[in-house]
């Protein structure tokens, strides 16, 4: 693949694009977006953890104003099929409105069309539902040993997934090693939490045949399962991808609202919009991440090389599952982090328990994977009594190895770990932050150092599919761009998928830009349809600059290649005399001698005479991009190349703890950070600063509660807590650049970045902090009150000798 | 999230709401609103008649009245706020006014609405139970007075009578030298509701002996709490750290403290008394005139 | 009921439900969508309009209660059609956003922290946009983009101002 050794607008410090519409607020969210005749829907959510729906009555809600139509989850269930899901799982359908038993606390039974979202919600009080309570189970290690409840009687188990993979010799490696240790690490059930909630309009047209969806998504093959479900062609359903999405980071994926206001709109003949309320989107609007449980154990020697890991992941879904159990897959590609541990058996198990249903979060099950695995090293270092630090750059994969290959079968491409350490600490010093610590501590404060190493595997591949479901047969994952040069010479270039902040826009002009030599400003970029729309796998695994940024590269080099054979026959010179210089073609041995770009597209456009022999007039071009290491299934033992590149991160950190309070403070905050070729400097600082903050949120602060009821208890704002500007620390990025192999640019992702590796550094802090006190937690978040209360109970233990 | 309907009306005096309120007993008065509002929008309240106190010329207001500072009911988190009054005569309002959630809810939030709201948590609740204040109510157009104390009845209950209207509270100024107050809470974000806090006043005799001390305990109990027996034991002391640690720690010994989603009762019942110890301590350090270090 | 409200600098006579948040009396009854609904229970900020200059929860408010008030939206602030403030300008130069969803609020609130205080400290920054909730950015560009917005500001020798 080429790479090119000198840019032009790759990496220099551009405006992003799309920032100039929201600035003013002329954003085009879903909610902005008014088709005429709209009516709204509200739903009526089930109040039980679990519940037999006995009857319903919608008679009194009928005769409120304004309503038009109720439906229940017998009607839409006798209507359409099924929501698709990832694991091969018949007997656990996902349905947008609960048929017969609903399985958690807000999860959706009826729901009310009227002329206005108050109205819906006036009508929506007056639904009389007769439900007979279940029992339920709401945690995960209950629910695998025990089938006394089941969430869905028919699977026969809670189990959706449990598979156990080894790569390498576990039991010798375990056997040689001098020294093991364990540990269990919890990620509390936390999520992106967007501050626009989900929103669909769905509108059909039925003198066309065609839904017209207008949706905040995030959502590959969306439009597939719309139709699929709908029993309708895929033809017939049209995703406009020129919506702006208000942040999704993973989640919005909306497959259930879609096809509850599609049937909808096709049953009433009206637009149906849906826009979740922020207690629809937190208790039902199946946008929950990760809840996991990890038992690791490691084997390591007096020096603190770790030779093997068993890791055991517990991940509790929720009632329902689409594509969340993959996010235990995903991870597999960078099951040892940097680190060189030669072997790794590694089981994922995936339960239904009776909470809300997850979906994809940021970083696909890799973050609270980090943490596992950092502060396991952590925990490595302390009972050898080595340094943390030290002992990392002992494990971790040294520059001259790369590319390296894991035991689970992916090759990371290429990193400088090690330089990327020493350039953080250069910048701030590792002693002396143990000496700041220190003398925070003399003044009786708990104070912590946290170290956290991580990769952020990116390029996005779905081979996480393949390997936990053996009937899916996944080696692409495919994005694409076209590019046309009008008949007066101006550009426009296509993406095929909507964007939630990550400047694919700008993205795609520069990558153009770079190749035409042509200031990316110039180039109109635009967001067909998805019936006008080439494969994309939409903005997940942290691919669209390796992707949409690679698709468009080749398909403007696809261009320039033919501009130059159109010139070179013009001017009768063989192509390879052709030289191309910002989009004027001229004769190396006589430079004079040259066409320019309106000359080009002139004949090109116009001059068929001009043209090459057979070639096709016009100057379009596609390509549709496969992932860069791609194209292969996982073998027997479950070896898998997953994703092609890996960005590396190194975050160094200071805590404070007021041993009184609990309450934790971070008083610095360090990232070492290498996503290969930067493409756009301030698209990746954001980045990255925005994943930190959500990794502190994690770390400290969120978590979807839930009571012993099963009831959700974090169900506002004010309950689940996202950082604001008070809560993130002034951040300092030492950037270091090891540009891919694989990529056009080098470039590696960094769509996850901070995000992957914060929780962890927090984690480790506070541990850090807690260790003159012999006491550790491993409990994602971290709660005030729950430290508060564990710093006073060693305390007191202290004092009374124990 | 949509409000269930209701009417609307903007009653031109206090006499004309208090009418309103008695003539449907599913009215209810709106002040900031932003308390009342989020409660409206989720439907946990469905008042069928929204009485808007607002624009009532002469409920907002921050003036000397005697001894003492009179407030507005309807005058605003944000007035108090940059009140050059309040700074000076209540300086521990000052001080806890930022800590009530953000700018832009104190540009709305009015002290009325918090005290009648009485959440546990409330820092003008803890305020005005600290500092003796007095509050006064208008019901069938007799004006009542009631002290701070006896207002607040339980958690988010308040002896106010569903037809009153709280027009305004009195808060005693103290008057001399080496007056020093401290305020303190914890939560999890800076701008959240407080786990616990605390608010202090203390007056020193010149060789720094305490005459006279108010000590507040906010966000532990149903509602606000003063510390009267430490008071009582600290007046005529030092108060070194080690006596007001003893005697607040008995003082809150007995409380029940809250539990929920976000801090224990055990941690609500500890830190209480670090939020006391810590409140007496910057109250002591204000009064000696020593520069505090910022929390 | 029949409410009139000065928006913009505009009259606007408008027939609501007294029901009607500001918010939503804004977006679907005066067209100006700027105002965004991130949770309609007061803590996000994304539905943020200065209300007589000063930042509010648009959420939290009833349409007829700002009958008599000046509101401004973003679109308010906004000089002319592609055209930017200094303070929007200063928010592309730092890259202050990334979904944009937060963001005519934070515009809004920057607008209102400067005509206050044409010199913030890094922390005047920090506390005045701790009422607005960005999920993307992690506040740090959104901070660099009020400081350059104010230095900006400064060395023009031109106050901000509400356009309308
Ligand atoms: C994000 C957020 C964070 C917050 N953080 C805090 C915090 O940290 N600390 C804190 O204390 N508060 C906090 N609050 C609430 C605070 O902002 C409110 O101002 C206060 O609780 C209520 O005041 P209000 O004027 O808005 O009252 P409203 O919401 O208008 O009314 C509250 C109640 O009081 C009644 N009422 C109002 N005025 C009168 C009156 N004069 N006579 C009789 N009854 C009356 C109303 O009928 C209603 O029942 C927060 C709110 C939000 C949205
Ligand atoms: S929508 Fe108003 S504060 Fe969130
Ligand atoms: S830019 Fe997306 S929430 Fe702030």
């Known amino acids: 693949m080429s790479a090119i050794s000198k840019f032009r607008f790759v990496s220099t410090d551009r405006r992003v694009r799309e920032d100039r519409r929201f600035v003013a607020g002329k954003g085009k969210f879903v909610a902005d977006i008014q088709l005429p005749n709209t009516k709204h829907v509200a739903l009526v959510t089930c109040p039980h953890a679990a519940a037999r729906i006995v009857s319903i009555d919608k008679s009194a809600a009928l005769k409120m104003p304004g309503v038009h139509y109720i439906l229940d989850g017998a009607e839409l269930a006798a209507a359409t099929l099924p929501l698709m899901t990832g694991l091969d799982t018949p007997n656990v359908p996902r349905r947008p409105l609960a048929h017969e038993i609903a399985r958690y606390s807000g999860e959706w039974v009826v729901a009310v069309v009227a002329d206005s979202r108050a109205q819906a919600e006036d009508a929506a009080e007056e639904v009389v539902i007769d439900y007979e309570p279940l029992p339920f189970v709401l945690d995960a290690e209950q629910a695998l040993e025990s089938n006394d409840i089941l969430v869905h009687e028919a699977h026969g188990s809670n189990v959706l997934l449990d598979k156990t993979f080894t790569w390498g010799e576990v039991d010798k490696d375990f056997a040689a090693s001098p020294r093991k240790l364990k540990l269990r690490v919890k990620w509390g059930r936390s999520s992106t939490v967007p501050i626009e909630t989900f929103g669909v309009t769905a509108s059909w047209d039925p003198w066309r045949d065609m839904l017209d969806v207008h949706a905040s998504i995030q959502m590959p093959r969306f439009n597939d399962q719309i139709g699929i479900a709908l029993k309708i062609p895929v033809t017939s359903v049209r995703v406009h991808h020129d919506v702006d999405v208000g942040g999704s980071y993973g989640v919005k994926r909306g497959i259930k609202h879609t096809v509850l206001c599609g049937y909808l709109s096709r049953r009433l003949g009206f637009p149906v919009k849906l826009l979740e309320d922020r207690l629809e989107n937190m208790r039902g609007g199946d946008a929950h991440g990760p809840e996991r449980l990890f038992d690791v154990e490691v084997a390591f020697d007096d020096n603190g090389i770790v030779r093997s890991m068993k890791m055991r992941a517990l991940e509790n879904v929720g009632a329902y599952a689409g594509r969340s159990p993959f996010q235990l897959g995903k991870p597999v590609g960078a099951i040892v982090g940097p680190y060189k541990i030669q072997s790794v058996q590694y089981r994922a198990v995936a339960v239904v328990t009776n909470k809300t249903t997850q979906d994809a979060v940021r970083g696909f099950g890799q973050a609270p994977t980090n943490v596992a695995i950092e502060r396991t090293m952590d925990e490595v270092a302390n009972v050898l009594g080595l340094d943390r630090l030290e002992i990392r750059r002992r494990n971790m994969i040294r520059h001259d190895e790369f590319p390296y290959t894991i035991p689970s079968g992916t090759t990371y491409d290429s990193g400088d770990f090690h330089a990327v350490i020493d350039k953080v600490v250069a910048h701030t010093s590792y002693e002396g932050l143990k000496v700041e610590r220190d003398a925070l501590r003399t003044q009786g404060m708990l104070a912590g150092i946290g170290l956290a190493a991580c990769l952020e595997p990116s390029g996005g591949n779905a081979t996480f599919e393949a390997l936990l479901n053996p009937k899916v047969q996944t080696s692409t994952f495919m994005d694409s761009c076209r590019v046309n040069i009008d008949g007066v010479g101006s550009i426009t270039a296509t993406m095929h998928t909507t964007s939630s902040g990550q400047g694919h826009e700008t993205l795609v002009g520069t990558a153009i830009g770079e190749v035409l030599q042509i200031d990316p400003e110039l180039i109109r970029v635009v967001r067909p349809d998805s019936l006008n729309s080439l494969p994309s796998g939409t903005p997940v695994g942290s691919r669209m600059a390796i992707m949409l940024g690679g698709a468009a590269f080749h398909a403007a080099t696809k261009l320039k290649t033919k501009l130059m054979t159109i010139a070179a026959h013009d001017l009768g010179i063989p192509v390879e005399r052709a030289v191309y210089d910002q989009g004027n073609v001229y004769d190396k041995n006589k430079p004079e001698h040259r066409r320019t770009w309106l000359d080009l597209v002139q004949i090109a456009w116009r001059s068929y005479h001009r043209l090459p022999a057979d070639m096709e007039p016009g100057l379009a071009a596609s390509h549709i991009m496969q992932v860069p290491t791609g194209g292969t299934l996982p073998d027997a033992d479950g070896r898998v190349q997953m994703y092609p590149c890996t960005s590396f991160e190194f975050h160094l950190i200071l805590v404070k703890i007021d041993p009184d309070l609990g309450r934790p403070e971070i008083l610095k905050y360090r990232i070492g950070h290498d996503c290969g070729v930067v493409i756009n400097p301030k698209i990746v600082r954001g980045m990255t600063m925005g994943g930190i903050a959500h990794g502190i949120g994690a770390a400290l602060y969120e978590e979807f509660a839930y009571n012993d009821d099963g009831q959700l208890i974090a169900q506002t704002f004010m309950d689940y807590l996202l950082p604001s500007s008070h809560e993130v620390p002034d951040v300092q990025i030492i950037h270091h650049e090891t540009p891919s192999p694989h990529t056009v640019f080098g470039q590696k992702g960094s769509g996850e970045s901070g995000y992957l590796g914060s929780p962890a550094a927090v984690a480790n802090a506070i541990n850090d902090a807690l260790k003159p006190l012999g006491i550790s937690t491993n409990r994602l978040p971290i709660k005030v009150s729950t430290l508060g209360d564990m710093i006073a109970a060693a305390q007191e233990n202290k004092s009374k000798g124990h | 999230m949509k409000a269930a309907p209701f009417e609307y009306s903007r009653p031109a005096d206090i006499d004309e709401a208090c009418a309103m309120l008695a003539a449907d007993e599913n009215a209810r008065l709106i002040a900031g609103g932003q308390t009342l509002v989020p409660m409206m929008a989720m439907r946990l309240a469905r008042p069928t008649r929204l009485v808007d106190i607002n624009r009532i010329a002469g409920l907002s207001y921050i003036r000397q009245d005697g001894d003492a500072i009179a407030i507005g009911a309807t005058t605003r988190q944000c007035d108090l706020e940059r009140s050059a009054t309040i700074a000076r005569d209540i300086p521990l309002m000052a001080k806890a006014i930022p800590w009530i959630g953000h700018a832009a809810t104190r540009a709305r939030g009015t002290i009325g609405g918090s005290l009648v709201n009485a959440d546990p948590a409330a820092e003008q609740a803890l305020i005005a139970v600290t500092l003796d204040a007095v509050l006064n109510y208008r019901e069938d157009k007799k004006t009542i007075e009631i002290a701070a104390g006896e207002f607040f009845v339980g958690a988010m209950v308040t002896s106010l009578p569903s037809t009153a209207c709280l027009t305004g509270l009195k808060i005693p100024v103290w008057h001399g030298d080496r007056i020093g107050t401290g305020f303190h809470e914890v939560n999890a974000r800076r701008s959240d509701f407080a786990f616990v806090s605390s608010a202090v006043q203390v007056q020193l005799d010149a060789d720094g002996t305490c005459k006279r001390i108010a000590i507040g305990a906010g966000a532990a109990t149903d509602f606000p709490m003063r510390l009267t027996s430490a008071e009582q034991q600290l007046v005529g002391s030092k108060l070194d750290a080690a006596k007001v640690k003893d005697v607040v720690t008995e003082a809150l010994a007995d409380i029940e403290a809250l539990d929920d989603l976000h801090a224990t009762a055990a941690y609500r019942k500890r830190v209480a008394v670090s939020m006391a110890c810590r409140a007496v301590a910057d109250a002591r350090a204000s009064a000696l005139g020593e520069k505090l270090h910022a929390h | ?164």
Do not use: W
Not at chain 3, 23 to 33: A, K
Not at chain 3, 91 to 120: K, R, S
């Open chain 3, 1 to 164: 009921m029949r409410i009139n409200l000065d928006i913009n600098g505009e009259i606007r006579e408008l027939d609501v439900e007294p029901r009607t948040s500001l918010l939503d009396c804004l977006r679907d009854h005066v067209g100006l969508t700027g105002a965004h609904t991130g949770c309609e229970h007061g803590v996000c900020g994304a539905c943020t309009v200065l209300f007589d200059g000063v930042a509010v929860r648009s959420c939290l408010m009833f349409a007829p209660q700002a009958e008599g008030s000046k509101i401004t939206t973003i679109e308010g602030v906004t000089p002319g059609p592609g055209e930017m403030s200094v303070i929007q300008d200063a928010f592309c130069e730092t890259h202050g956003m990334q979904c944009g969803y937060c963001t005519p609020a934070m515009v809004l609130v920057a607008h209102a922290l400067l005509i206050d205080n044409p010199n913030p400290s890094r922390d005047d920054i920090v506390d005045a946009i701790s009422g607005n909730i960005c999920r993307c950015t992690g506040y740090a560009q959104i901070i660099d983009a009020i400081a350059l917005a104010a230095e900006r500001l400064r060395g023009a020798n031109r106050p901000v101002e509400l356009t309308k």
